[in-house]
């Protein structure tokens, strides 16, 4: 089946043909932030771990929140993309991981 966009979004470029899938389907853009998180903790503690032979989870997850933070946030300046509490509640999970690696006793 061949899903056709109303042609306001098509007139109005990739990030209106983008806002509404967004509207279609909110959680989208969400569940790729999750993936993209969950990837980025996974691979680089896989990697780590093979190269280094420390295991430092907490790393892992602070670095896959900043990036994940930092993708957001762009996709949050494109109208309709994700929601304001969704950056928060990012923002908000960044600063949680990063304060547990601050204080963890890893060396």
């Known amino acids: ?3 056709v966009l109303p042609n306001a979004s098509i007139d109005t470029g990739l ?3 983008l806002a509404y899938i967004s509207g279609q389907v909110p959680e989208l853009f969400s569940g790729i932030l999750f ?3 969950f990837m980025i903790t996974i691979i680089g ?3 780590d771990k093979r190269t280094s ?3 430092n989870m907490l790393a892992w997850l602070s670095i896959g929140s900043f ?3 930092t993708l957001g946030i762009v996709l949050y300046l494109i109208p309709g993309l994700i929601n ?3 950056v928060i509640i990012m923002i908000a999970i960044t600063f949680a991981f990063t304060f547990f690696f601050l204080l963890s006793n890893n060396d």
């Open 35 to 37: 993936l993209i998180f």
């Open 45 to 47: 503690y896989q990697i």
């Open 67 to 69: 990036i994940t933070t």
């Open 84 to 86: 304001l509490t969704t």
């Open 1 to 3: 089946m061949v899903y």
């Open 53 to 55: 032979g420390k295991e």
């Open 15 to 17: 990030d209106g043909a």
